[in-house]
Each structure stands twice: as structure tokens, then as C-alpha cells.
């Protein structure tokens, strides 16, 4: 999604969107402001997904049903905008692991690296903001270990590396080789990140609400599980 100038546009674009629903309820009467008022923040979904199992799309087509928001790389340029540093030296933080000590020390030479922890505050003040504003499906950026459960759906993606790699093999035009590594190193990457950010196993299944073999059935499908578990979970305040 595009036009956001910064944090605060982003954030105050998903306050104007509240608002709107708050006055369509409005317009459907007390029933409807029932629904609404059902949750007093959210209902948002997070979906954490293995390169190669569709995620985006997936979220894609949950919000298009719902006629909500995804957020993805938004939130990385947005950060990147508000605090005046490149997006690709921000992508370096992003669901990536810090490594050894050559990868801290430039931490502290790069000029207008923000620092990781830094890059996490702003990652967890952006996506809290949008969840609690609501009717947002946030793809990543490790959400599903800070925002409050009551409120939302956390989703995890998985297949086997197989049928990943043949995924994104055909998706690219790639050597399945080098598309084999890839995808492992990304695994080993996301796992790292999560682990040192916030200190728990990204295929921890506690920290979901609904683990999905998403190479088992076409992406149309995944989101139908999904949108079924998110109605289930939260009720009047997701819309049919």
C-alpha cells in the first residue's frame, strides 16, 4: 500500500478509518453499535508466514473480503521516512537476525542506522497502533508476541520446504537449487530474529491462535480457514 508519508500519517490514516466505521454503525442502528462495540480495540489479524507459502496473498485475500487494510512493507518505509534512514539499511533489521560482532560494530559506524533496537520500538509502536485502530491484517514484523490475543487472530503459515521451494522456483524462474538455500536461509534468518527480539521459537504453536499447512490446499482456500477461525475467535466484531 502506498501514499503514507510517515508513522504518524499511517497511524492517523487508521484513526480516520475507525472513526468511519464508528459512523456507519451509526447509520445501522443499535445492532450494528453493538458489533462494533463488542471489542474496545481491534479486530486486526497477524499472519507470520515461511517464505513460500503465499502469506501476502493469502492476507490479501482476507482483507479484500473484510474491506480491511494490509500492512507489509508499508510499515518498514514508514519508518524509514520518519526517521530519515534508507529503507534498504532499515531491511537489514527487518525479520533478519543480528549476526556477529562485525554486524553490531557497523550498527554503530553506519550513519543513519537507527540502531535494532530502536528499528524494534518503532516496528511495535506502528503495528500496535494500526491493531488497535482495527480492521488490519499485518503480514509479520514478529506481531503475534506483542499485541494482546483478545483482540485479534494470529496466524501461522508453514509447508514443507519441498513445496516451497517449488513455489518460488516457478514464481521466479530460479534454479530450485539456489531457490532450495534461499528459503532454508530465510527460515534460519526469521527464526533468529524472533528469537532475539522477543525472546521466544517462531514455531512455538502457543504463540498462535491457528497454524496452517498452506501447501496443502490453493491460496483461496487458506483464507477461507482463516476468515472461519477469525469469525469463530472474535464474533459480532468481524463483519460476514
Known amino acids: 500500500m502506498g501514499g503514507a508519508r510517515s508513522i504518524e500519517a499511517i497511524l492517523e490514516r487508521q484513526g480516520r478509518f475507525r472513526e468511519m466505521r464508528r459512523r456507519l454503525a451509526d447509520e445501522g442502528g ?15 489479524m497477524s499472519v507470520s508466514r515461511q ?9 490479501s485475500r482476507v482483507a479484500d473480503r473484510l474491506h480491511w487494510q494490509v500492512f507489509d512493507r508499508e510499515i518498514l518505509a514508514a519508518i524509514a521516512r520518519d526517521t530519515h534512514t534508507r529503507e534498504v539499511v532499515l531491511s537489514q533489521h527487518d525479520e533478519h537476525a543480528i549476526g556477529g560482532f562485525d554486524d553490531w560494530v557497523r550498527q554503530l559506524l553506519v550513519r543513519d542506522d537507527p540502531g535494532r533496537q530502536s ?17 488490519a491484517v499485518v503480514v509479520g ?7 494482546d490475543p483478545r483482540y485479534g487472530l494470529r496466524v501461522r503459515l508453514v509447508a514443507s520446504v519441498d513445496v516451497r521451494v517449488a513455489r518460488v522456483a516457478a514464481r521466479e524462474g530460479a534454479d530450485p537449487a539456489a531457490v532450495r538455500a534461499g528459503v532454508l536461509r530465510n527460515d534460519a534468518e526469521q527464526a533468529a530474529f524472533i528469537r ?6 517462531i514455531d512455538d504453536p502457543t504463540g498462535y491462535d491457528l497454524v496452517v499447512n498452506a501447501g496443502a490446499q490453493p491460496e483461496s482456500a487458506v483464507a477461507d480457514v482463516l476468515l472461519a477461525a477469525l469469525h469463530s475467535k472474535l464474533g459480532a466484531s468481524v463483519p460476514r
Open 119 to 135: 528499528f524494534l520500538r518503532q516496528v511495535v509502536r506502528v503495528v500496535w497502533g494500526v491493531a488497535r485502530a482495527g480492521n
Open 30 to 44: 443499535a445492532a450494528a453499535r453493538r458489533a462494533l462495540a463488542h471489542l474496545p480495540e481491534g479486530p486486526w
Open 196 to 201: 532475539q527480539s522477543f525472546g521466544r521459537d
Open 51 to 59: 517464505r513460500g507459502t503465499g502469506g501476502l496473498a493469502v492476507a
Open 141 to 147: 514484523r514478529g506481531a503475534n508476541w506483542f499485541l
